[in-house]
């Protein structure tokens, strides 16, 4: 069993900053990658940014320049610094983390990102 909790979430300014968390926990061989996916009202989830073994990431175009993922191998986490939010960036947001050996990715419970103009 694994469990993600997500945490960093909340209300900001056209232009702020936040950093979202996602700590992972319980029967986990070795985490392969760890990513943030985004899901606005009435669109598709979408891929943030990712990492993987071998500290390769990959971000949406949309965010390139003004996020960085970045993880923390040690305590088994993940993180995303936003920062020039833009209200577009308004989503709830999810972390996604692929295990070794596991059959499914697992996904944390979602946090919301509200960005106001």
């Known amino acids: 069993q694994v469990q993600l909790v997500e945490s960093g979430g909340g209300l900001v300014q056209t232009g702020g900053s936040l950093r979202l968390s996602c700590a992972a926990s319980?029967?986990?061989?070795?985490?392969?990658?760890m990513g943030w996916y985004r899901q606005a009202p009435g669109k598709q989830r979408e891929l943030v940014a990712s990492?993987?073994?071998?500290?390769?990431?990959t971000y949406a175009d949309s965010v390139k320049g003004r996020f960085t993922i970045s993880r923390d191998n040690a305590k088994n986490t993940v993180y995303l610094q936003m920062n020039s939010l833009k209200p577009e960036d308004t989503a709830v947001y999810y972390c996604?983390?692929?295990?070794?050996?596991?059959?499914?990715?697992?996904w944390g419970q979602g946090t919301q990102v509200t960005v106001s103009s």
């Open positions: 990492t993987a073994s071998g500290d390769t990431t």
């Open positions: 319980g029967s986990i061989f070795r985490i392969n990658a």
């Open positions: 996604k983390v692929r295990i070794a050996l596991m059959p499914n990715d697992y």
